[in-house]
């Protein structure tokens, strides 16, 4: 309601059908209602020309989870963070991430010497020691790229300066 009001007040033109934005879970081919305990989250990290690093994430939680849950991918530090050392976002078991810090303790790491890469797998090994899964996306100010997960898969994706970009589904 407070996005409608704030939509309103702004002039936005009403969607009058909501439903016509959606395909639920299962109304898809590829779109099949999930079997348990399952996520899907949207990250991106991003170096830009003059050095600054961005992140940001984009989630609907995770299935089955209770009315009034809020996850890690709006908490600073938990599930996303960006500073001068690195831009992290990160998808799985947001109880998990938000216990250990995990976007933020990455950039910890590569604050106190870390490469990337290790402060990133340091990150997802720890939330495995929880019994948590899932993995990060991290990216620093050299334009290192780190995706470690522990999770069955993880989807990704960059694009390098150089036009270079690369896919991955699954392969650890
Ligand atoms: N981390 C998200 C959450 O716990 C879920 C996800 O990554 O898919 O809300």
Request: charged share 20%; with cysteine.
């Amino acid at each position: 309601n407070g996005a409608a009001r704030f939509a309103a007040e702004q002039g936005l033109a009403r969607v009058e059908d909501p439903e016509a934005w959606y395909t639920r879970a299962g109304q898809g081919e590829d779109n099949h209602p999930p079997s348990g305990l399952s996520h899907g989250t949207v990250g991106c990290c991003v170096l830009d020309s003059q050095g600054r690093l961005a992140a940001a994430t984009s989630t609907a939680g995770v299935f089955g989870k209770m009315p009034g849950r809020v996850g890690d991918t709006p908490i600073p530090a938990a599930g996303t963070w960006a500073d001068e050392h690195a831009a992290v976002s990160c998808t799985g078991q947001g109880e998990y991430f938000i216990r250990v810090a995990a976007a933020a303790r990455t950039a910890f790491g590569v604050a106190a010497g870390q490469t990337l890469a290790e402060a990133s797998q340091a990150v997802i090994d720890r939330i495995g020691a929880l019994g948590g899964d899932g993995g990060l996306i991290a990216l620093d100010r050299e334009g290192n790229i780190a995706q470690p997960y522990n999770s069955q898969g993880m989807k990704r994706a960059w694009l390098a300066t150089d036009g270079g970009v690369g896919v991955e589904v699954f392969g650890r």
